[in-house]
């Protein structure tokens, strides 16, 4: 069966500090890999979007980048954290036109 | 861009009640699906209903799509404690493998 796996689950960094976010899809080949946003009690924001290896789509201009450098991995991240950068953040892939499914999400704190 | 946006933002009922929630969106779309967040957490997808489709069930689950209006509502009937959880809305506004999310609704279902 697939699973995907989103670390670490809380991040705590400073204004200005680089950061890391990892996914791994596991049990599937060729996935959509997506990064989502969600500020506290809000909706989703689609940040990202990949239907292969090395083919990233933004759909926000932002300090964040996303990259996949494996089939199933997908990394985002930035240069220099800013105070709006905070969120909770989750990946999640797909096949194809139907349902997403989410990885359990990382709250990042920016301070 | 947010797409959807759900409606009411909070609904409280009480246990055995059913609720209903609403999701307008602004483009054509290929399909609408239904997905549950609990409190920091991932989503869990619901169930999906395509363009063509007006209506369709899932266990209490029942949801609705009317193309002409842009709009889909979900029913959940004869609420559970458990339910309690924010709902969301997705379309892929016509792109086929890119999911927009509306601000959510949130219930509680009161014992």
């Known amino acids: 069966s697939q699973t995907i796996h989103q670390w670490p689950a809380t991040l705590v960094q400073p204004v200005g500090s680089p950061l890391s976010l990892e996914c791994t899809v596991e049990?599937?080949?060729?996935?959509?890999l997506y990064w989502y946003r969600q500020a506290a009690g809000r909706g989703l924001q689609l940040l990202f979007y990949?239907?292969?290896?090395?083919?990233i789509s933004s759909e926000v201009p932002q300090n964040l980048s996303a990259s996949r450098p494996q089939d199933r991995q997908f990394i985002l991240s930035s240069k220099k954290l800013l105070l709006s950068d905070s969120g909770f953040y989750l990946c999640?892939?797909?096949?194809?036109?139907?349902?997403?499914?989410f990885g359990s999400g990382t709250q990042l704190s920016v301070l | 861009s947010q797409q959807g946006e759900e409606d009411p933002q909070a609904l409280s009922i009480q246990e055995g009640e059913n609720a209903t929630m609403n999701c307008s969106y602004k483009?054509?779309?290929?399909?609408l699906q239904w997905y549950r967040q609990n409190s920091g957490r991932g989503l869990v997808h619901l169930i999906l209903?395509?363009?063509?489709?007006r209506e369709k069930h899932s266990g209490r689950l029942r949801v609705t799509l009317d193309t002409s209006k842009k709009s889909s509502s979900l029913l959940i009937t004869a609420s559970r404690a458990a339910d309690t959880a924010s709902y969301f809305c997705?379309?892929?506004?016509?792109?086929?493998?890119?999911?927009?999310f509306g601000t959510g609704t949130s219930l509680t279902v009161i014992p």
């Open positions: 483009t054509s779309i290929n399909n």
């Open positions: 999640a892939w797909s096949m194809g036109y139907e349902k997403l499914f």
């Open positions: 997705a379309t892929d506004a016509g792109t086929g493998n890119q999911f927009y």
């Open positions: 990949s239907v292969g290896i090395g083919q």
């Open positions: 209903i395509r363009s063509n489709e």
């Open positions: 049990g599937t080949s060729n996935p959509n």
